[in-house]
T-cell receptor
Framework: DSGVTQTPKHLITATGQRVTLRCSPR?????VYWYQQSLDQGLQFLIQ???????AKGNILERFSAQQFPDLHSELNLSSLELGDSALYFC????????????FGSGTRLTVV | QQQVKQSPQSLIVQKGGISIINCAYE??????FPWYQQFPGKGPALLIA?????SEKKEGRFTISFNKSAKQFSLHIMDSQPGDSATYFC???????????FGQGTELSVKP
């Protein structure tokens, strides 16, 4: 157990739907990063939050959004889902605002049918 | 400029052999180069990392070799074991960037 908790582990949904993925960082970690892992694109950075504020943005689609709450857990919202959104979604956390020493969760496997 | 290129895509090594995975980068602002190991159904886990002011770092059977002038770095796994069979990712970042940029991954299979 890495200390980073992601729920749910698996999610199957239909095209056009909206889902929310949840991440609880390691105790004491202030930064949360979201990554998408697909077979053809590898691990792609989506977005980073630090202590509730958006810190960096990557290849995140406009249909996707995220937030980090006062208790530091984060949610990734995916809407108007397409077949191509099927992937593993990971979050990682670090103590400070830097990216040294990421700890990843076990991921959420999203299947869009 | 932001890419990290990793090779080979897959690698088969006999037990006891040396596994070598290579990565190359373009952005000279990168200052942190970690390697991650990922088993099926799990998230990537930090294996070993190096900064560009050293040319080699060793932790047990795992060694990173770093060539700043060539903008390349590699992971060597000595005495490879079947339990090392996993996907390995190199990555790079600069502190202010707030993100790790990953290579495409290498699927390592160690045969008994």
């Amino acid at each position: 157990d890495s200390g980073v908790t992601q729920t749910p582990k698996h999610l199957i949904t239909a095209t056009g739907q909206r889902v929310t993925l949840r991440c609880s960082p390691r105790s004491g970690d202030l930064s949360v990063y979201w990554y998408q892992q697909s077979l053809d694109q590898g691990l792609q950075f989506l977005i980073q939050y630090y202590n509730g504020e958006e810190r960096a943005k990557g290849n995140i689609l406009e249909r996707f959004s995220a937030q980090q709450f006062p208790d530091l857990h984060s949610e990734l919202n995916l809407s108007s889902l397409e077949l191509g959104d099927s992937a593993l979604y990971f979050c990682a956390s670090t103590v400070g605002g830097s990216n040294y020493g990421y700890t990843f969760g076990s991921g959420t496997r999203l299947t869009v049918v | 400029q932001q890419q990290v290129k990793q090779s080979p895509q897959s690698l088969i090594v006999q037990k006891g052999g040396i596994s070598i995975i290579n990565c190359a980068y373009e952005n000279t602002a990168f200052d942190y180069f970690p390697w991650y190991q990922q088993f099926p159904g799990k998230g990537p886990a930090l294996l070993i990392a190096i900064r560009p002011d050293v040319s080699e770092k060793k932790e047990g059977r795992f060694t990173i070799s770093f060539n700043k002038s060539a903008k390349q770095f590699s992971l060597h796994i000595m005495d490879s074991q079947p339990g090392d069979s996993a996907t390995y990712f190199c990555a790079a970042s600069y502190n202010q960037g707030g993100k790790l940029i990953f290579g495409q991954g290498t699927e390592l299979s160690v045969k008994p």
